[in-house]
């Protein structure tokens, strides 16, 4: 519990506070704050009309939140969403790093920010949209490069998050980009094949449900849709900065949209959209040639576009710009920012007539109060909001660059597999933003980056200046890897492939997993045998995200070098190697240490069963040879962990953590390898599971020929080999049936043996 505390402390601290500053604002306002798209929601809960200006994603959540309870109900829920937000994002970066101030930092503005604590309160769409991008984001990159299958869940919540909020058409952009960048699967012909299977399932994810639903809105409307906002926001757009001297003079009828205000004296964007075209009996003349207002809307937009498309685009960037300034203010004709600032006084916003006993009976309908005010609390809310309770617009742009310098590379991010995550974070916090400037500013809009942008420049930062996660001997066990190939995997097929092409290895491959390995791997790779038997050897070393000159080196030594953009751990590398090794024409497989643990003179007698045809897997092991110990808990772990090992699977081992290994390369690439760090028990047990023909042999196990073992402390290392070795048993085992397997297989054996002997 100390560790814990020790090691998310600044998380703990800004938790404590966002959950202190939630519950005052749930008190302040009771039963919750209602703003003028309340009461459309309210409107449309039993109806569920898709026609209406807001599609029916948040719709269907409130009817099903206040089937449950009344506004109070609702703004807690929505209070908490927040919560789960932000700790995902933590979650989310500590899956790239091991810094938890850096990922601390990047859910502070969502803990923190009185923006959005307020909108929370709002009985709105907000926070469920920003949990569905959450939803998306979490299932793109928890796990490295995504499948088809999370591509596909991606792309449904991508939709459900459009249907809440329109401007989520925005992100299919940086979903799409996001899907052909992904591990540097577009270096390779055979990663295309991959960007195509998950690039369809993630399109599909998206049309699905959009598709489904704009039928449903074509049931009614007679026509294809998602919401009935399209011509009034394209209208009050271009209607604030049209010039009607550029419009074509003899078309009456786009005249009459023309606002007859002067451009000096322009209303906002809100007005022309909500107030006159939103206003049921204007324009107040009648529409020439038969022409529909939707109609002529829609053709005094697109004309004013065409007649001043650098004003139009003008506008837009500078309402995009606004979303970093330095201080929250109302800008001319924008949308007043008090809308979002909490007041001394509840407030009751115009929705037309007798709005206040609108509030009043809704109020009390729902939760049987009046709406009110704690003035002691919400005067402290306001102090705090006003006073630097928000997210500083230049802080925003910091985090914005940093996520896409990150994205381009810049610094170590070249090597690092962050780079596509850093760009789907800050990618879709800018377009959202972008999208929303096409529309008018508001800050409200902005409350979408506050989730994007921080996660994205953390990312990004952490690409940048090599706070991925590094070697197991760091500190922290890693997370379990995605199926192979994940992003890191991807990228380093790639890069390998730009440098040795088409071209096959030798029949017998020695696979080295490397991280920081310059002082001795140029000894091992020097005393490497060229045969065994009659067939040539060839070394392929994975160099795991080092930071030294290890692939150099290895390469100056006759090495094939493949490089891993971040350490994952030797896993992770040795994975990488099978893989890479079977798909360049290896037959058979060793694995070997870089640190000249192991002697390579005996690798004749490692390989020599396989090419009899006598096993399928062979590892030496130092207790029926010999074998030097850098410590007596080491020479103590080795015997409980044999012991443990011939107790899970009824087999007599005497040395489960053996690096010294030959093996078939089918046999590498079927089993499932997932531990980034402490692998060779999961591959021992995983061959066995199958059925393999396992064979131990007597070798040599030296002490390292330079520098410390990554392995961590003894006690820490043994435990986290007990946990992977019981769990793999149980999945291998227990799960997938490994007994029943491995009784097949030596079924199958004898059954050819005794066929042999009969046809002798």
């Known amino acids: ?3 814990f505390l020790r090691r998310h402390w600044l998380l703990l601290i800004l938790l404590a506070a966002g959950v202190t500053l939630r519950v005052l604002t749930w008190l302040a306002y009771q039963p919750a704050l209602l703003y003028i798209d309340t009461f459309r929601y309210l409107s ?23 089937g449950l309870g009344g506004f109070g109900f609702v703004a807690a829920v929505q209070h908490l969403v927040g919560l789960l937000i932000a700790l995902a994002v933590y979650r989310l970066v500590l899956r790239y790093t091991t810094r938890t101030w850096l990922a601390a930092l990047a859910t502070a503005p969502l803990l923190l920010d009185a923006y959005q604590l307020q909108i929370e309160e709002n009985i709105m769409s907000e926070v469920w949209f920003q949990a569905l991008l959450m939803g998306a984001l979490w299932a793109l990159l928890a796990k490295g490069a995504p499948n088809w299958r999370r591509a596909a869940l991606a792309g449904v919540l991508i939709a459900a998050a459009v249907l809440t909020r329109t401007i989520g058409i925005t992100l299919v952009v940086p979903f799409a980009l996001y ?28 049309v699905i449900p959009l598709v489904a639903y704009s039928g449903y809105f074509a049931s009614q409307a007679g026509r294809w849709g998602l919401t009935g906002a399209q011509s009034n926001v394209l209208y009050g757009r271009t209607a604030a900065i049209a010039d009607c001297s550029q419009l074509p003079s003899g078309d009456a009828g786009l005249l009459i949209f023309c606002p007859p205000e002067p451009m000096d004296d322009r209303l906002g964007i809100d007005y022309y959209t909500h107030f006159r075209y939103g206003n049921p009996d204007w324009p107040f003349v009648p529409l020439p040639d038969g022409r529909t207002k939707e109609q002529l809307a829609n053709e005094f937009a697109w004309t004013v576009i065409g007649n001043q498309p650098f004003t139009f685009a003008g506008a837009i960037l500078e309402d995009f710009a606004k979303n970093f300034s330095p201080l929250k203010i109302t800008f001319p004709n924008d949308v007043p920012v008090e809308r979002w600032q909490f007041q001394t006084v509840y407030p009751f916003h115009d929705i037309g007539a007798e709005s206040v006993q609108v509030y009043n009976g809704t109020t009390l309908a729902r939760d049987g109060v009046l709406p009110g005010v704690d003035l002691e609390l919400a005067s402290f809310l306001r102090n705090y909001q006003l006073h630097g309770g928000y997210t500083w617009g230049p802080l925003l742009a910091i985090a914005s660059l940093a996520g896409l310098l990150g994205a381009l590379g810049v ?7 962050l780079r596509s995550a850093a760009f789907l974070a800050t990618g879709s916090g800018l377009i959202l933003l972008l999208g929303s400037a096409a529309f008018e500013f508001s800050w409200r809009y902005q409350l979408p980056a506050l989730l994007l942008l921080p996660l994205g420049g953390a990312l990004g930062a952490a690409a940048m200046f090599g706070l991925a996660k590094r070697d197991p001997g760091s500190g922290g066990r890693r997370p379990n890897m995605a199926d192979y190939p994940d992003e890191v995997d991807d990228g380093a097929v790639a890069g390998f492939s730009a440098r040795y092409g088409d071209g096959r290895l030798t029949p017998i491959v020695v696979v080295i997993a490397a991280y920081n390995e310059a002082k001795g791997i140029g000894a091992v790779l020097r005393n490497m045998p060229t045969h065994c038997g009659d067939l040539p050897v060839s070394t392929l070393v994975v160099v795991d995200g080092a930071t030294d000159n290890t692939a150099e080196i290895a390469a100056e030594n006759g090495a094939y070098v493949c490089v891993a953009p971040s350490n994952r751990g030797q896993g992770g590398a040795l994975r990488l190697g099978y893989h890479l090794a079977a798909q360049y024409g290896a037959e058979y497989i060793v694995t070997t240490d870089a640190d000249g643990q192991y002697d390579n003179a005996e690798m004749p007698m490692l390989v020599k069963p396989l090419l009899d045809g006598t096993a399928d897997f062979v590892t030496g092991s130092r207790r029926l040879g010999t074998g030097q110990y850098d410590s007596k808990v080491r020479w103590l772990g080795v015997r409980v962990f044999a ?4 107790i899970l699977t009824n087999r007599k081992i005497t040395d489960t953590s053996f690096g010294f290994r030959a093996m078939k390369a089918e046999l590498a690439t079927s089993v499932t390898l997932r531990e980034p760090q402490y692998q060779s028990s999961e591959l021992l047990l995983g061959v066995m599971a199958q059925g393999a023909r396992v064979l131990e042999v007597p070798m040599t196990m030296h002490l390292r020929n330079n520098g410390q073992s990554k392995k961590g402390r003894s006690l820490k290392y043994g435990a986290n080999y007990a946990r992977v070795m019981t769990g793999t048993w149980l999945r291998e085992y227990v799960l997938r049936g490994g007994k029943r397997k491995q009784r ?16 002798a």
């Open 179 to 206: 899907l052909i960048m992904a591990g540097g699967a577009w270096r390779t012909r055979a990663g295309w094949k991959r960007i195509g299977i998950r690039g369809l399932a993630g399109l599909l994810g998206v």
């Open 744 to 759: 097949a297989a030596r079924a199958e054996r004898l059954a050819a043996a005794t066929n042999a002997r009969e046809t």
């Open 643 to 646: 012991v443990l090992a011939t």
């Open 1 to 3: 519990m100390t560790g």
């Open 411 to 417: 610094g170590r991010a070249r090597r690092s597999g």
């Open 44 to 66: 449309n809960l039993d109806q569920l009309r898709p026609t209406d200006l807001n599609p029916l994603g948040y719709t269907v959540v409130l009817k099903g939140l206040l």
